[in-house]
């Protein structure tokens, strides 16, 4: 891979820091009157998630991360691995608990979701902002119930236990932002 | 589609102008003179951290190279040592290297010298010229030595290098940085004292550790040997740089050749002196002060603009 320099480090760049790949976040060039010139890089590491500032001295460089997001479809899971597919060359990746890390709970077979391969290896997985799981499970609603607030928990086919409104009942199919877990709507069969 | 319009406004482009008048007016009113000095020079500047710009074809140049200057200081010295009296410059100025928020590789500076001044003076001078700019207010002054002890509670003078890395290292990741004592002062300086600086206003640090004096005069002050060099910060922003200038020869080519010995222990490539700037000094510079002040930052703070690239027509990028 490429080397690249504090000065072109940009947002979004993927580079190599101490084995692990990592995103750059932000990028801030300051510099004493006279003297030594620094970059104050926010990163996240890619492995890990952490996101904190490591400073550089102006100049130095990083060798780029062969880190790819592809959009793939979830084929399904064994005990484990989850298998995704690339939709065009039809090419399929394995990912374990590690990369999967909390996106399992969104993942319905044939979904698309966004696969972070690094070095062609499953790195993370991003499910859709929004998904629709079927409830398997939540105490019996009062009908007509439809106005007021209140809320109550519900066990969705993947595992996930999200709130939903008194009115929602088991066997129904609701619609989920996955980056809060919250629920949006009921979604008609 | 290339995007060919200005990253300015045109409200900015006429703060720019107005600025421009009353730095002009300033200076009218005080008698000193508005002088130019050429942009390529052929001697380039020792200092190691400022890298210049090179241009290397054409005609005009006879096979040599000539670099953009960095600062119109050491022609303006030879103006001086020649009798020029008290002169400014409005004037470009290129470093390499250096782009951010506040950065642009090629910059406009504003440049005075003043015979008789010494570093308090001028600073006093300073003040009223940002205040002619942005309105009246008030301003401050604190040694190098008191604003570390304010911000990080450590004597920049005696602290050892475990100190200095080790307060470093409490405030960001410093990874694999290495460096001697200047190296880390100059990163709690970024990095703990700027920050600090953001809510002081107008603020003067001066009385630099010697071995940042740059140009300036040396002096013992407390049992410890300055530089009398002064930075001007504004909300936090480095605007200025000044000295009480160093009018010794052979004191001034010590220093470029240390410069020198630096760049070659760092992998960097020597700069030949400034003969005519060290012949200059020898003839005789007056006791003066000096001060380079960066005007596209001035009229960041005029503007209340976040980046540099808003108060400039055209930046690096668009150029």
Redesign the interface.
């Known amino acids: 891979m490429a080397n690249f320099s504090t000065n072109e480090f940009r947002p979004g760049l993927k580079v190599m820091l101490d084995g692990d790949p990592c995103s750059i976040l932000e990028n801030e060039f300051v510099k004493p009157g006279k003297g030594q010139a620094f970059n104050r890089v926010r990163m996240r590491n890619l492995k890990t998630g952490r996101v904190w500032e490591r400073t550089f001295k102006s100049g130095e460089s990083l060798e780029g991360a062969d880190v790819m997001d592809r959009t793939m479809e979830y084929l399904y899971n064994d005990s484990e691995f989850w298998y995704f597919m690339e939709p065009d060359t039809f090419e399929q990746h394995q990912a374990d608990a590690k990369a999967l890390g909390d996106a399992y709970l969104w993942l319905k077979e044939q979904d698309t979701c966004e696969v972070t391969l690094f070095n062609g290896t499953p790195l993370s997985v991003a499910p859709a902002n929004f998904v629709e799981l079927e409830i398997v499970e939540t105490d019996p609603g009062l009908k007509g119930d439809t106005a007021q607030g209140g809320s109550k928990p519900a066990k969705l086919s993947t595992g996930a236990v999200v709130k939903v409104p008194l009115f929602v009942t088991t066997g129904e199919v609701i619609r989920v932002d996955t980056r809060t877990g919250e629920y949006q709507n009921r979604v008609s069969k | 589609m290339i995007d060919w319009r200005p990253g300015a406004s045109q409200a900015l482009l006429l703060r720019r102008a107005e600025l421009l008048a009353r730095v002009r007016a300033f200076f009218a009113h005080r008698a000193v003179l508005e002088v130019e000095t050429p942009l390529l020079c052929s001697r380039g500047i020792t200092?190691p951290?400022?890298e210049p710009l090179c241009v290397s074809g054409g005609l005009s140049l006879g096979g040599s190279s000539r670099y953009l200057q960095t600062s119109p200081e050491y022609a303006m010295k030879r103006l001086l040592a020649a009798g020029s009296g008290p002169i400014y410059q409005i004037c470009k100025a290129f470093r390499d290297?250096?782009?951010?928020?506040?950065?642009n590789p090629e910059f406009t500076l504003l440049e005075w010298y003043r015979p008789g001044m010494d570093q308090h003076a001028l600073m006093a001078e300073v003040a009223a010229l940002v205040c002619a700019c942005l309105g009246e207010g008030p301003w401050q002054a604190f040694t190098y030595r008191a604003v570390f002890q304010q911000c990080l509670q450590l004597d920049p003078f005696t602290a050892d290098l475990a100190a200095l890395q080790s307060a470093a290292r409490q405030l960001?990741?410093?990874?694999s940085?290495a460096?001697d004592r200047?190296?880390w002062?100059?990163?709690l300086?970024?990095?703990a004292v700027?920050p600090w600086l953001a809510g002081q206003g107008l603020c003067f640090i001066y009385d630099y550790p010697a071995s940042?004096a740059?140009l300036a005069r040396l002096v013992e002050r407390d049992g410890h040997t300055v530089g009398e060099r002064f930075?001007l910060y504004i909300d936090g922003i480095?605007v200025a740089?000044g000295y009480h200038e160093l009018a010794d020869a052979a004191e001034q080519r010590a220093r470029f050749e240390a410069d020198n010995r630096r760049r070659q222990s760092m992998g960097q490539v020597e700069r030949p002196l400034d003969e005519a700037l060290l012949a200059a000094l020898e003839a005789g510079l007056p006791a003066c002060s000096g001060v380079a002040l960066g005007l596209d930052r001035l009229l960041l703070l005029a503007s209340g603009e976040a980046d540099i690239r808003r108060v400039l027509a055209f930046s690096w990028e668009r150029c």
Do not use: P, S
């Open positions: 200092d951290a400022i290297g250096e782009a951010g928020r506040r950065h960001t990741d410093t990874g940085l460096g200047d190296f002062l100059d990163l300086l970024t990095h700027e940042q740059a930075e480095e740089n």
